[in-house]
């Protein structure tokens, strides 16, 4: 049954109350892979005129998954994909994990669709005009993983409630919408914050992404703080070897995972 909907709270806050029996029985019957740093080369900054071989590019890389970043011009100011775009990442490269987020107003309306193309991992944001409990209930149905994005100003505890219904969170490091930001260090304490609430209440399997102007330097800043999944846009496609620069932040991230939260 549906948790009875909060009137007057911010789309962010909604959430559910349900015993710590029941959240602990949700959690095991979804159990994640165990965790390590993964780089997600994001397709929003390949170059449009060779798509395909952009797509052959990430997967000769080394990487873990392709993002892809799905706008709506409305939730964000900007217009970027649909399903066509994960199907054609399919049928060019089927090994190759396809991730997406969704940055649209409603998306309990278009998951489905994308999951319909192939897509693996399908993201959501806690901030969305939609029953966000419902919505990450009926991804997992689905069969793919489910995850909850957090825009920069959002606290880490709009999280807490979705945690037993997701296997990641994402925390933008940028305003969404464009890629080539600059990357907000504020975001990094909540980062902390929620790697830490997570490993003190049985969640120590939750995967956290960062995505918004990461390179070498703020990778390394999000993995001491908890972060243990990476999307880079514009600093891996401008590599003229990605997979160097792939292995290569792997490697620091690895080094420097947790140390801030020990």
């Given at each position: 049954m549906a948790p009875p909907k909060a009137r007057f709270?911010?789309?962010?806050?909604?959430?559910?109350?349900?015993?710590?029996?029941?959240?602990?029985?949700?959690?095991?019957?979804?159990?994640?892979?165990?965790?390590?740093?993964?780089?997600?080369?994001?397709?929003?900054?390949?170059?449009?005129?060779?798509?395909?071989?952009?797509?052959?590019?990430?997967?000769?890389?080394?990487?873990?998954?392709?993002?892809?970043?799905?706008?709506?011009?409305?939730?964000?100011?900007?217009?970027?994909?649909?399903?066509?775009?994960?199907?054609?990442?399919?049928?060019?490269?089927?090994?190759?994990?396809?991730?997406?987020?969704?940055?649209?107003?409603?998306?309990?309306?278009y998951a489905g669709r994308f999951v319909d193309a192939g897509a693996q991992t399908v993201q959501i944001h806690v901030e969305a005009d939609c029953d966000v409990w419902a919505c990450l209930r009926a991804i997992r149905a689905r069969g793919v993983r489910s995850g909850l994005v957090l825009r920069p100003q959002t606290p880490a505890a709009a999280a807490f409630p979705y945690l037993p219904f997701c296997d990641e969170v994402l925390f933008m490091t940028v305003n969404p919408g464009y890629g080539g930001q600059s990357f907000m260090g504020e975001v990094l304490p909540k980062i902390r914050e929620l790697r830490l609430y997570a490993d003190g209440r049985g969640f120590g399997g939750l995967d956290i992404m960062v995505d918004g102007g990461i390179n070498f330097e703020t990778a390394v800043q999000c993995a001491a703080n908890g972060t243990n999944q990476f999307v880079a846009g514009s600093f891996l496609f401008k590599q003229s070897d990605m997979g160097a620069a792939v292995a290569q932040m792997r490697e620091r991230c690895e080094r420097a995972y947790g140390t801030n939260t020990r």
């Open positions: 709270r911010p789309s962010w806050a909604r959430g559910i109350i349900f015993p710590a029996a029941f959240a602990l029985k949700v959690r095991f019957l979804y159990t994640v892979a165990p965790m390590k740093v993964q780089i997600l080369p994001s397709l929003l900054a390949a170059d449009y005129g060779r798509l395909a071989d952009e797509i052959r590019r990430v997967a000769a890389s080394g990487s873990d998954a392709l993002h892809l970043d799905i706008m709506d011009a409305h939730f964000v100011p900007n217009l970027s994909f649909g399903p066509d775009m994960v199907a054609l990442s399919k049928k060019v490269c089927p090994p190759l994990y396809r991730h997406v987020h969704l940055m649209v107003t409603r998306p309990d309306l």
